[in-house]
């Protein structure tokens, strides 16, 4: 089956830890996105990519960093400079046309302890 | 910036009823727009996406376009209590990303 494969699904991080969040799929799309959603809020851009070896800042880029060598995989590390991690991150995918919608991943819930 | 915005809620409508939600975007630039349903702590699923102005109906559900006033709206007949959820307004702008508004809660009464 296709899509979109976020681990972990529950993850816990102590104050100054760099944590890395995995997003990895198999529908051959050349765009990947990272969103992430407070309680009550809707998504926030975190970065994207529209090709391999190439990302771009969305509205909330500081504090995190990503990767994208190759055309299946998008990880987001949230470094310590972000101050509020806690959150619910949302990585997704689209073929890069104006006709198409957005696939999502099953989420990773990140809290700081 | 790129800016997309909707009631937050809770809109209460009972069973049975219509359920009407709207969206305002506020960059002539987009390209396509789409409604998404994310149950609590579950992520986004595809309801309606709509490309040209006017009206297109999928079973239970109505999406509108009107790019001339930069408004899209989501209609549901016959609303169940399953439709209880967050309705998620997107607009994708080409060649760079989706941008999403806040959400409109939604429940619906037995």
């Known amino acids: 089956d296709g899509g979109i494969t976020q681990s972990p699904k529950y993850l816990f991080r102590k104050e100054g830890q760099n944590v890395t969040l995995s997003c990895e799929q198999n529908?051959?799309?050349?765009?990947m996105y990272w969103y992430r959603q407070d309680p009550g809020q809707g998504l926030r851009l975190i970065y994207y990519?529209?090709?391999?070896?190439?990302?771009q800042k969305g509205d909330i880029a500081e504090g995190y960093s990503v990767s994208r060598e190759k055309k299946e995989s998008f990880p987001l590390t949230v470094t310590s400079a972000q101050k509020n991690p806690t959150a619910f991150y949302l990585c997704?995918?689209?073929?890069?046309?104006?006709?198409?919608?957005?696939?999502f991943g099953q989420g990773t819930r990140l809290t700081v302890v | 910036q790129k800016e997309v915005e909707q009631n937050s809620g809770p809109l209460s409508v009972p069973e049975g009823a219509i359920a009407s939600l709207n969206c305002t975007y506020s960059?002539?630039?987009?390209?396509?727009f789409f409604w998404y349903r994310q149950y609590s702590g579950k992520s986004p699923e595809l309801i309606m996406f709509?490309?040209?102005?006017g009206d297109k109906e999928d079973g239970r559900f109505t999406a509108q376009l009107n790019k001339a006033s930069q408004y899209v709206s989501l209609l549901i007949r016959d609303s169940q209590p399953s439709d209880s959820a967050t309705y998620l307004c997107?607009?994708?702008?080409?060649?760079?990303?989706?941008?999403f508004g806040p959400g409109t809660r939604l429940s619906v009464l037995p």
């Open positions: 997704a995918s689209s073929r890069p046309s104006g006709n198409t919608e957005a696939f």
């Open positions: 529908l051959n799309h050349d765009a």
């Open positions: 990519s529209q090709i391999v070896n190439d990302f």
């Open positions: 960059d002539r630039g987009s390209q396509s």
């Open positions: 709509i490309y040209s102005n």
């Open positions: 997107a607009v994708y702008y080409y060649g760079q990303n989706f941008v």
